[in-house]
């Protein structure tokens, strides 16, 4: 018999913290919605008191979802408690993840305390949380760098004060596997309670130093029962453990003796509409979602491939849900083919939005020959730039070998027309020019990439920016196969972000 492993999706969460990647609560609906169908067991749906946005999100999730808990992030703080629990009051299951930093840098210049001190305001927090939820996960934050001796003290005090899950979060990604599996064993061995199955201890892995999952699954080895983790390994930084990585290696490896209740087959459409909505690549050689992962394009080892699939392949991609099969959908297919493949990749639509996101697919395909999911899932991210003040109404560029690329374009901004025209050292240097001759700010680009969805000349071209205006970055996304405009409207998109 297996152990069961508990998947405590943060996503919403600790994903969402990534600059640029922010979703609006209908987005997180719908990813909130994917990962019941992935079969998550905890969804961290938002930390309510740091903003209405995640307030609203944490009350709309409880009410869209239906069989996994529902958590909602606090400090050790009573009013963030209270407002958690306000925020979580329609959830079926519900759980507050309260918590406060135990290493020695936290406690003495975080918060100029003492370790005493701390196991109090601790223990404080969880008995709070108590009185409005049965289900609290207490976080000891940068675990990773606290004294194993002290940590085993706090947790032992928040279990008596009644916490069902205790968080030990490499917050800093700093540990290597066999110190993070050390503590998580020390914790086991050293805090009664635990071992008499009173509360569990959970995992939280950043990626700093490439360790997330190595960590993650060192803590499972040594008695973990939950691990935190985000679609794509999104998070701040160098990101979070990744959901699909861990998934993955318990299915491949059945002699661990652990297992998780994702269904696996769910994960690539999960994997790419989570990256679709908060236009985030994921990096060709991703081990499980990445464009490469499973493709083989050595000699050899397509030979060996030819040959027998197990020569070189751990994992059949239709495990994750890659269908080389896919329908391809072309300017015959009808609006109800588009409906339904929206539907597959995880996203509903109806009513005008679909007929717009029809029309803008039927001016795709008459360009493409053939339109692929990326192609859609970009299709069906587009629809946000309807409520852009700031629009692109024409762009005309004039470039080439032996002339200077000039650039005309024109705006609406708010209902209004603008036309400016200026000259650069490329097209797109042009169309940036004369977009600043009509918005007169201090924008600087700070990056700049173009990605090819697919391969073909015909591809449509997936371009990110970062513009730094008033001392802030912003993140903006334009897709097309024009790629000098797919570069103007992420330029765009970035304004759109500093004008709100
Ligand atoms: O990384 C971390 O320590 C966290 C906690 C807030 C759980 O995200
Ligand atoms: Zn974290």
Excluded at 338 to 362: A, P
Excluded at 454 to 481: C, I, L
């Amino acid at each position: 018999m297996s152990d069961r492993l508990f998947i405590f999706d943060t996503t919403l969460r600790d994903g969402e913290q990534v600059p640029g990647c922010q979703l609006n609560t209908v987005e997180k609906i719908q990813v909130a919605k994917q990962l019941e169908i992935l079969g998550v067991d905890v969804i961290e749906a938002g930390f309510p008191i740091s903003s209405p946005g995640d307030f609203n999100s944490v009350i709309e999730i409880s009410k869209a979802v239906t069989w996994p808990t529902i958590c909602a992030l606090t400090r050790a703080v009573e009013k963030d408690i209270d407002v958690a629990a306000d925020a979580l009051k329609y959830a079926k299951r519900k759980r507050i993840h309260t918590g406060i930093g135990t290493s020695e840098s936290h406690i003495r210049y975080k918060f100029n305390s003492t370790p005493e001190e701390i196991i109090e305001r601790a223990v404080a927090a969880v008995k709070y949380a108590k009185r409005y939820v049965e289900d609290v996960e207490f976080y000891a934050e940068d675990a990773g760098r606290t004294d194993n001796e002290y940590l085993a003290r706090v947790v032992e005090a928040v279990v008596k004060a009644g916490a069902t899950v205790v968080n030990i979060p490499d917050t800093t990604g700093f540990r290597i596997p066999n110190e993070y599996g050390e503590k998580i064993k020390y914790l086991m061995e050293h805090v009664d309670d635990l071992s008499a199955g009173k509360a569990i201890l959970s995992t939280h892995c950043h990626n700093d130093l490439g360790m997330a999952t190595a960590n993650t699954i060192a803590g499972a080895i040594n008695g973990a029962r939950q691990v935190e983790v985000t679609i794509n390994g999104i998070g701040e930084r160098a990101g979070n453990t990744s959901l699909e990585e861990i998934a993955m290696i318990f299915k491949t490896h059945p002699d661990l003796g652990i297992e998780t209740n994702i269904n696996t087959t769910k994960i690539y459409q999960t994997s790419r509409m989570v990256s679709s909505l908060m236009n985030m690549p994921v990096q060709p050689n991703k081990a499980i979602v990445g464009k490469n992962a499973f493709a083989h394009s050595s000699g050899i080892h397509q030979d060996g491939v030819l040959k027998n699939v197990k020569t070189y392949e751990i994992m059949d991609p239709k495990e994750v849900g890659i269908d080389d099969n896919a329908i391809v959908l072309t300017a015959r297919s009808g609006r109800a083919a588009l409906k339904h493949r929206l539907h597959v990749l995880g996203v509903e639509m109806e009513g005008e939005k679909l007929d717009r996101t029809y029309q803008e697919f039927l001016k795709l395909a008459d360009k493409k020959k053939e339109v692929n999911d990326d192609d859609i899932l970009v299709l069906a991210g587009a629809d946000r730039a309807v409520s852009h003040s700031v629009k692109l109404d024409f762009l005309q560029v004039t470039s080439g070998l032996g002339t200077r690329p000039v650039a005309s374009i024109g705006l609406d901004i708010a209902g209004e027309k603008f036309e400016a025209a200026a000259s650069g050292n490329g097209p797109v240097d042009a169309a940036i020019k004369a977009l600043k001759v009509i918005i007169k700010r201090e924008m600087t680009l700070k990056e700049f990439t173009i990605q090819a969805i697919n391969k073909g000349s015909d591809d449509v071209a997936k371009v990110h920016m970062q513009v730094e205006y008033d001392g802030s970055v912003y993140y903006g996304f334009g897709a097309g196969t024009d790629i000098v405009t797919a570069s103007v409207e992420a330029y765009i998109d970035c304004i759109n972000k500093f004008r709100k």
